[in-house]
């Protein structure tokens, strides 16, 4: 196996939901025979292997190499999950956070959130003009010394 783990492949320790052993990043792509560098279809396709090759229905004549081929199978599982927790981790933290950036480097949020301030920043100007054009044209019908305007 090659040697060239990143600090990002030190996120060592992830546990599987469905058993409560922890299994290390590295022991997982050991388990699985594929590189520090190999990606997500080569680790699924190791997997697969795998799985073909330790199915405990292939010894079932055989009851001591059916139990090494549960015990492989449980391992290969658990390797496998923990290096899909480690793909989908590694996938969240290059994914900015807001969705992608565009050409001028401004996320799809920003600019939603920009629009959506912009319109209602300009919908409180047109509506407050309104309203105080209202309240100085009732002002100037008012007859001095009348508290309310005439209905």
Not at 3 to 16: D, F, V
Not at 108 to 123: D, F, I, R, Y
Request: hydrophobic letters at 35%; a positive charge; aromatic letters at 6%.
């Amino acid at each position: 196996m090659q040697e060239n783990w990143t600090t990002s492949h030190t996120i060592a320790i992830l546990t599987c939901p469905t058993t409560p052993m922890p299994m290390n990043i590295r022991k997982s792509f050991a388990v699985l025979e594929i590189s520090a560098d190999a990606t997500e279809d080569e680790a699924r396709q190791a997997y697969k292997d795998l799985v073909a090759v330790w199915h405990p229905d292939r010894f079932s004549h055989n009851p001591r190499l059916k139990k090494k081929a549960e015990e492989k199978l449980i391992e290969a599982n658990l390797a496998f999950e923990t290096v899909q927790a480690y793909f989908s981790a590694a996938r969240k933290k290059q994914t900015p956070r807001g969705g992608q950036k565009g050409e001028d480097g401004i996320s799809k949020t920003e600019l939603a959130a920009e629009l959506g301030t912009s319109a209602v920043l300009n919908l409180w100007s047109y509506l407050s003009g309104k309203i105080n054009h209202i309240l100085t044209d009732e002002n100037s019908r008012k007859k001095p010394g009348e508290k309310h305007p005439p209905h």
